[in-house]
């Protein structure tokens, strides 16, 4: 059983009926992350997430995480560029509080807060940016790819500099403008009747008002040809190439009358749009360059000795480009040039003959693995339809990906294999200081 519903104050709220353990997971995401900070504010997006587990009109600092603790219940917040989740999976029973504790603070920060919890989080989130950066190998390279090839520019990590800038009024501000209940969904999976949740939701939420936010500024077109070479100090040698990809089907947030949503449509009554271009591009990635048996790893790992690894990863995004990240770590002493020749010879291949016999389908298996992966758990399939109603605004994708998958022919996957030849590349470079 599932259902959709609409609150009068513009909240989605989602559920999923799964009574394989009594376990409830509730996500509620926010179309808010850090393509929405103001010039000179980097990193505002991932700091106020911080602040909206420092207490709230109700619940002390620190309760939210000891009632959760005190359950067992995993709970965590994650910022991302176009949007921002809180999650817990809670006993079935303790539902009523997991939503309890959203709505306080959903409706009475950013006015419950205290300019004390500011100073504080902003030396945690300084610290998470260090361990992130300069803490795991390669760790700078999100930021170096996005202000080279993506119109979003920065990361939610922003800079320390930002970090510092920041103000109380700035993050009340923030808080506000975005944490509202017209610009969130609510998704509620597992041990829990579909048709009661929407009832729950109204009770907690329903009294609570807030503005729409107004559409962020067109963020522009994405960059190709550029090229950045950095000496750091590494493991060892590495090659990044960020190509742009076709960007989610996006549909608006909510908006109208209150009630049911029909399935398969946004909540503004337009049917969504099953757009798969970017299906087509990520498959495209996946024959090239994602697993052991692409055709990169196959070459530069097995054959050839060039690299100790090769992987491919697509951030997709809906008010942006989508963009795909060839990752490629080098063998001691393989020239990058070598590496990036090959690269070079594989995506013109592809683009020029298509995928070879068995490709595409091994491709589409390891997108239907990745797609079971995250919806297999209540917690999994919950942010999955909070994400898909945020991204295009039909939450129901999430249970449709295999399907669009498997649509892809090697026709439109040879097609969609152009985003991934030389001319739409832009490059990092991660070379040795080889003068010590």
Do not use: K
């Amino acid at each position: 059983m599932r259902a959709d519903h609409l609150l009068a104050n513009g909240l989605r709220v989602l559920a999923v009926e799964r009574r394989h353990a009594p376990v409830t997971a509730v996500s509620l995401r926010y179309a808010a992350g850090s393509r929405n900070e103001p010039p000179g504010r980097t990193g505002l997006a991932h700091l106020a997430e911080h602040l909206m587990f420092q207490g709230s009109a109700n619940v002390a600092p620190g309760e939210h995480a000891a009632l959760m603790e005190g359950l067992g219940a995993p709970y965590d917040g994650e910022t991302w560029f176009e949007h921002t989740v809180y999650h817990q999976s809670v006993p079935s029973g303790q539902l009523e509080l997991a939503l309890w504790l959203e709505a306080d603070r959903m409706g009475t920060l950013p006015g419950a807060l205290a300019p004390a919890a500011l100073r504080a989080q902003r030396e945690v989130v300084r610290n998470e940016v260090r361990q992130r950066l300069h803490g795991t190998p390669y760790g700078t390279r999100l930021p170096h790819l996005f202000a080279l090839a993506h119109p979003y520019t920065h990361t939610p990590l922003g800079t320390e500099e930002d970090l510092d800038a920041i103000t109380f009024d700035d993050c009340a501000r923030f808080l506000a403008g975005h944490c509202t209940p017209a610009n969130a969904v609510l998704a509620v999976v597992g041990d829990v009747a579909a048709a009661e949740v929407a009832a729950l939701a109204d009770r907690f939420f329903g009294r609570l008002r807030g503005p729409r936010p107004a559409p962020p500024p067109d963020a522009g077109s994405a960059r190709t040809g550029r090229r950045l070479d950095v000496v750091e100090d590494q493991p060892g040698e590495a090659l990044f190439i960020a190509v742009p990809l076709p960007s989610e089907p996006a549909v608006p947030l909510p908006s109208g009358r209150s009630g049911a949503v029909p399935f398969g449509q946004a909540a503004g009554g337009t049917a969504a749009r099953d757009g798969t271009a970017v299906e087509a591009a990520e498959l495209a990635l996946d024959v090239l360059a994602r697993g052991a048996g692409s055709r990169l790893h196959r070459r530069l790992v097995q054959r050839d000795g060039l690299a100790l690894s090769v992987e491919a990863v697509c951030h997709r995004f809906s008010g942006a480009c989508s963009l795909g990240v060839i990752e490629v770590t080098s063998a001691p002493g393989a020239p990058l040039g070598a590496i990036e020749e090959a690269v070079d010879e594989e995506s013109a291949d592809l683009a020029r003959h298509g995928p070879r016999p068995g490709e595409r389908d091994r491709a589409t298996a390891l997108a239907r693995a990745r797609h079971l992966d995250g919806v297999g758990t209540a917690a999994g399939l919950a942010d999955e339809l909070t994400l898909q109603c945020v991204l295009t605004g039909d939450p129901w994708r999430a249970l449709t990906a295999p399907g669009r998958t498997a649509s892809v022919d090697d026709a439109a996957l040879t097609a969609a294999a152009l985003h991934l030849t030389r001319p739409h590349w832009s490059v990092l470079a991660y070379h040795l200081d080889t003068s010590r």
